[in-house]
C-alpha cells in the first residue's frame, strides 16, 4: 500500500472534466513539490505536471495540477479518448529519504 | 534531445544477481545539476523508485531495497548501471532507467524499459 494515495480508477466522457487525487502527509506532499505522469499501456511514464503545477513544453494546456497542505490534484479537461491511461504521483519522502510515487490511477473514457 | 536506452539480461535465475546498463545519449551524465536513477514496475503493478545516485557519488536507495541493490555513474561511458543481488521472482519487473532533475525531484526522462524475468 502506497504512502501517497489515489483512487485506483476513474472514468468520464468525452469532453467532460476529471480530477485525480492524491493524498500524502507532511513529509511529502506538505514539503516537497509533486510531479505527475501520464503512462499508456506498454510504454514508459510520461511527464506531465512538475513543481505541483508546471507543465512542460508539449503538454496541452487541458492539463493542469493545484496542490493544498497535505494533497495534490492533476485535472484533465475536454476529456479524450486518448486521455484513456494511468496517471501516478510523484513525490521525495523526507521521512524515507526516497521517492514516494502513488498506487495509480486508471482513467477510463467511456 | 535525451535519450536512456536499458540493456541487460531478460531471465535471470532466483538467488543470483541481476545487472543491467542504461546508455544515456544526446546529455551527459556529468551534468551536476541531474541524478540518474532506475524505476521498477512488477507485472500489473505501479511504479516502484530503486534509487538514483549523482555522478560525483550521492546515492539515495529506496529503504525497502537498498540492502540488494546498487547504483553506479560512468561517465566515460556515459551510462548508468544497477545490480540487485540474491533475486527472486518478486523482482521480475520491467526496469526503467530515469534522470531526475535534483536530489529531491521525480524523473523527467525515462528510458522505454526492459523486461527482466526471475525464473529458474
Known amino acids: 500500500q502506497s504512502v501517497l494515495t489515489q483512487p485506483p480508477s476513474l472514468s468520464g466522457t468525452p469532453g467532460q472534466r476529471v480530477s485525480i487525487s492524491c493524498s500524502g502527509s507532511?513529509?511529502?506532499?506538505?514539503?516537497?513539490?509533486v510531479t505527475w505522469y501520464k503512462q499508456l499501456p506498454g510504454t514508459a511514464p510520461k511527464l506531465l505536471i512538475y513543481i505541483d503545477n508546471q507543465r512542460p513544453s508539449g503538454v496541452p494546456a487541458r492539463f493542469s495540477a493545484s496542490k493544498s497542505g497535505t494533497s495534490a490534484s492533476l485535472a484533465i479537461s475536454g476529456l479524450r479518448s486518448d486521455d484513456e491511461a494511468a496517471y501516478y504521483c510523484a513525490v521525495w519522502d523526507d521521512s524515507l529519504n526516497g521517492l514516494i510515487f502513488g498506487g495509480g490511477t486508471k482513467l477510463t473514457v467511456i | 534531445q535525451v535519450q536512456l536506452q536499458e540493456s541487460g539480461p531478460g531471465l535471470v535465475k532466483p538467488s543470483q544477481t541481476l545487472s543491467l546498463t542504461c546508455t544515456v545519449s544526446g546529455f551527459s551524465v556529468n551534468n551536476d545539476g541531474h541524478f540518474w536513477g532506475w524505476v521498477r514496475q512488477q507485472p500489473g503493478q505501479g511504479l516502484e523508485w530503486i534509487g538514483h545516485?549523482?555522478?560525483?557519488?550521492?546515492?539515495y536507495y529506496n529503504p525497502s531495497l537498498e540492502s540488494r541493490v546498487s547504483i553506479s555513474v560512468d561517465t566515460s561511458k556515459n551510462q548508468v548501471s544497477l545490480t540487485v543481488t540474491s533475486v527472486t521472482a518478486a523482482d521480475t519487473a520491467i526496469y526503467y532507467c530515469?534522470?531526475?532533475?535534483?536530489?529531491?525531484?521525480?524523473?523527467?526522462?525515462w528510458g522505454q524499459g526492459i523486461l527482466v524475468t526471475v525464473s529458474s
Open positions: 545516485s549523482h555522478n560525483r557519488g550521492g546515492t
Open positions: 507532511t513529509s511529502n506532499i506538505g514539503s516537497n513539490s
Open positions: 530515469a534522470r531526475d532533475w535534483g536530489a529531491f525531484h521525480p524523473p523527467d526522462r
